[in-house]
């Protein structure tokens, strides 16, 4: 058996763009009329959980309040893609993962929670970076009925490449991607970004945790998954 396909999951997997998500919520907050401002440490406690509720929504119930949802989400996506577009660094190693892969005829995945339009935009402004490689398939928040921790997201993925999950890397950022890619039976290897590190949290997947990542480690994170599978 040989590995087949890396499946990121999320944006932040990919690029370090926390910080322009908090600042794209506090501006639709602001757009929408809304007295909110998430701090740092806000934004972690609503952004890092296994819930799969729109942190907007968890936030209303916290203060009590009636807020369209839909309306903030929509205003958020606009602000986000419109940040991201501006441009942004891949996380370290990313690209030379993603180039190798492609020359090994590995396919490429991202799954996310996000929405369609700041993942294009992210796609976009990280095109040059990632040497013009694209991904194999993309699973975002509108293709899904339900959002990860749920595993529905993975096993599409394997489904549109044709992959099964033992073959399959899941290279993690959140402990939400982590249980969802676990559930669909994928091996993990945990990426966390400053989200997951500001909160202790880290995601050490079953074939371990990198700071900077190589397709040395993506490859010793497989075996050592397919080897935890096997206990």
Known sequence: MALEAILFGGIGAISECADLDRAAWNGAFRAQGLDWDWSWDMYQRLLATRDDRSPVARFAVQQGCAVDVAAVERTQSHLFAAMLAEGLPLRPGVAAVIMAAAGRGLKLGLVSRSATEPVRAMLKATARARGGVGFDV?????????????????????????????????????????????????GTLGFPGALARSGGLGVPGQGGEVAVLSMAEVDAAWRRSLRQAAE
């Open 138 to 186: 993309a699973i975002l928040r509108d293709d899904l009925l339900h959002l990860p921790p749920h595993p529905e997201a993975y096993q599409l993925a394997l489904a549109q490449v044709g992959v099964l999950p033992s073959a399959a890397l899941a290279v993690v950022d959140s402990a939400a991607a982590l249980q969802a890619a676990a559930a669909a039976g994928i």
